[in-house]
């Protein structure tokens, strides 16, 4: 991410000193493409806006701790730079909302409307043809997550560690298993 990522820590640092100008401008660089992958992962508007609340006030509030990390030279930041760091507040924070969701869902899921707006990941699919749409989908849950992850974020194998909560090892064998099982069904 190069000079926006040095950007960003810089206002990481400043909004740990109760900056909020530093807040706010943080918050314009990074809660577009927060709010985007954040939908890629869940269709639901209000959880998504429900969870980029609470993951920016948890910046907000832990920015100190993100920020200590970097300025002691540390290389222990989750995530690795301040973009890997509020993903990974962000994706724990989803999934804490949705296991609420289900905890209290009382409607069964066959009675829920069907929205009408494919998700980002079914709409890459649809235009890369069906063969490599049928071998993603064919690929087990864990090896498409690494996928969705790497490929389709762009994170690294540490960020997608973290995110996962798994190994860097793991990360680096599901993805040589994803890639090997593509090439085999495509070939």
């Known amino acids: 991410m190069g000079r926006s990522s040095d950007d960003e820590e810089?206002?990481?640092?400043?909004?740990?000193?109760?900056?909020?100008?530093?807040?706010?401008e943080l918050y314009r660089r990074t809660s577009p493409w927060l709010a985007m992958r954040l939908r890629r992962r869940c269709r639901d508007d209000g959880i998504v806006a429900?969870?980029?609340?609470d993951t920016y006030?948890?910046?907000?509030?832990?920015?100190?701790?993100?920020?200590g990390i970097r300025r002691s030279g540390g290389t222990d930041a989750p995530g690795g730079s301040a973009a890997g760091w509020i993903w990974t507040i962000a994706a724990r924070r989803l999934v804490d909302a949705l296991r609420k969701r289900a905890r209290t869902q009382?409607?069964?899921?066959e009675h829920l409307p069907v929205r009408s707006v494919p998700a980002?990941?079914?709409e890459a699919l649809g235009s890369i043809g069906l063969e490599l749409a049928t071998a993603l989908n064919d690929l087990a849950p864990e090896l498409r997550e690494v996928l969705a992850a790497m490929v389709l974020d762009g994170f690294t194998v540490r960020e997608t560690s973290v995110l996962l909560g798994v190994p860097e090892g793991t990360v680096k064998s599901r993805a040589r298993r994803a890639r090997n099982?593509?090439?085999?069904?495509?070939a």
């Open 106 to 109: 009382e409607v069964p899921a």
């Open 181 to 186: 099982a593509l090439r085999e069904a495509l």
């Open 50 to 53: 429900e969870v980029l609340q």
């Open 57 to 67: 006030v948890t910046v907000w509030r832990a920015a100190g701790s993100f920020a």
């Open 10 to 24: 810089r206002l990481l640092r400043r909004v740990a000193r109760a900056d909020l100008d530093a807040f706010d």
């Open 120 to 122: 980002a990941e079914d």
